[in-house]
Nanobody, 124 residues
Framework: QVQLVESGGGSVQAGGSLGLSCAVFGYTYSTHYMAWFRQAPGKGREGVAV???????RYEDSVKGRFTISQDNAKNTLYLQMNSLKPEDSAMYYCALGPWVGVRWFDSNAYKYWGQGTQVTVSS
């Protein structure tokens, strides 16, 4: 059984930084795409950043230059470092995992496994 366990998040003032982690258990595929999504109240789930097994990453435009996605394949852990946070970054953040997403990097339906979510709140 595949499990994704997120940690980190919390509350911070605008301009501050937070880091998220996502530990993966039980995943046996030989390839993967891992991503961070977020969902604010009343809004749809939005892809933020994605990384593949080889370390190639993509970012949603609003977080480019502020967020960094990374992974430690030996530790089966995904990270998201968030700097220069803005109030509009406030949301529940989810990690997601799938063996193959093609070009659907930010399509939530392309990912098979999900974490439980961790809250990020940025105050102005």
């Amino acid at each position: 059984q595949v499990q994704l366990v997120e940690s980190g998040g919390g509350s911070v003032q605008a301009g501050g930084s937070l880091g998220l982690s996502c530990a993966v258990f039980g995943y046996t595929y030989s390839t993967h795409y891992m991503a961070w999504f977020r969902q604010a109240p009343g809004k749809g789930r939005e892809g933020v950043a994605v990384i593949d097994l080889d370390g190639r990453s993509r970012y949603e435009d609003s977080v480019k230059g502020r967020f960094t996605i990374s992974q430690d394949n030996a530790k089966n852990t995904l990270y998201l470092q968030m700097n220069s946070l803005k109030p509009e970054d406030s949301a529940m953040y989810y990690c997601a995992l799938g063996p193959w997403v093609g070009v659907r990097w930010f399509d939530s339906n392309a990912y098979k496994y999900w974490g439980q979510g961790t809250q990020v709140t940025v105050s102005s």
